[in-house]
């Protein structure tokens, strides 16, 4: 069941109960909140309308007297001083824009500078941030020549495989431990 302005609502105060019209209602919402809504052909038609309350809406045909509207429609909403424009057929003005942006090399940051704004600094990355490499470490790098895929972890463990001694303790003056090779004279065998 739809609500019609001939329905009665009940109202209470201080103790009286009254009995006011959906009409009532909707005519003091729309003087006092502002939902009016106006259907206009031009913005002459629109600066004409009286008595408009905060949040009222117009819907101008013609909107083309706003230097802001090419041609076709726009909708207003009364703001209490002036008209705001919320949609128009053409869309909204957006105006994008933004700082210049350029970039300061430095063989210890570089700058990012702005035209608008505030220049931002990018430091030297470490093992804890992201940042930028100096140049040493660009020559490090630079010198690094692999022609094949490489597994790092496999390269380092077969050049740090195990050391191992030949010969017997009593023949050989070498001893291990580790990856570290001594050398006793007193393991060696005295001569006949």
Known sequence: MALQGSDYFVI???????????????????????????????????????????GDRVF???????????????????????????????????????????????PTQGTVTSSSGTNATIPVANVTNAGLMVPAQFDKLGNITVTGAVNLDTLAGASHAAVTLGGTTNSNPLTLSGQTLNFSISQLTAAP
């Open 12 to 54: 209470e105060r201080a103790g009286a109960v009254y009995h006011t019209l959906g009409s009532d209602i909707l005519a003091y919402v729309e003087e006092n909140i502002g939902t009016s809504q106006f259907d206009v052909a031009d913005i002459t038609a629109r600066n004409a309308i009286s008595n408009l309350s905060i």
């Open 60 to 106: 101008v045909l013609d909107a083309s007297a706003d230097a802001t509207v090419s041609t076709g429609w726009a909708i207003y909403v009364w703001r209490g001083a002036a008209f705001t424009k919320v949609a128009e057929e053409e869309g909204l003005d957006v105006v994008a824009g933004g700082a210049n942006l350029g970039y300061t090399a430095s």
